[in-house]
């Protein structure tokens, strides 16, 4: 089992900068792939990022490619998401995800998910 804690959101003007954090505890031998999610109010929940087992591969939703970077420390057991740029359509509960796999941006063969935490961009 893991478990997975996000933090970092907030209320931020367009333009503006967010880093969001996921701590992860459990079974965290640095077998995960981690990703980013995120689901807006009436809206499917929606692939932002994701970052492989290793930390050396990434992939980005166009919607994000240039404006928002995944990384993340092993040995800290965190992954990240700085989120540069905000627009207001950034708007969401964004979730912290991982999967028993090296590398996926499919939401379904993720395992296991934070609670979420809240991003508000004003225009």
């Known amino acids: 089992q893991v478990q997975l804690v996000e933090s970092g959101g907030g209320l931020v003007q367009a333009g503006g900068s967010l880093r969001l954090s996921c701590a992860a505890s459990?079974?965290?031998?640095?077998?995960?792939?981690m990703g980013w999610f995120r689901q807006a109010p009436g809206k499917e929940r929606e692939f932002v990022a994701t970052?492989?087992?290793?930390?050396?591969?990434?992939h980005y939703a166009d919607s994000v490619k240039g404006r928002f970077t995944i990384s993340k420390d092993n040995a800290k057991n965190t992954v990240y998401l700085q989120m540069n740029s905000l627009k207001p359509e950034d708007t969401a509960v964004y979730y912290c995800?991982?999967?028993?796999?090296?590398?996926?941006?499919?939401?379904?063969?993720?395992?296991?998910w934070g609670q979420g935490t809240q991003v508000t961009v004003s225009s």
């Open positions: 970052i492989s087992r290793s930390g050396g591969v990434t």
């Open positions: 459990g079974r965290t031998d640095s077998r995960y792939a």
């Open positions: 995800a991982a999967a028993m796999l090296l590398f996926t941006s499919t939401r379904e063969e993720y395992d296991y």
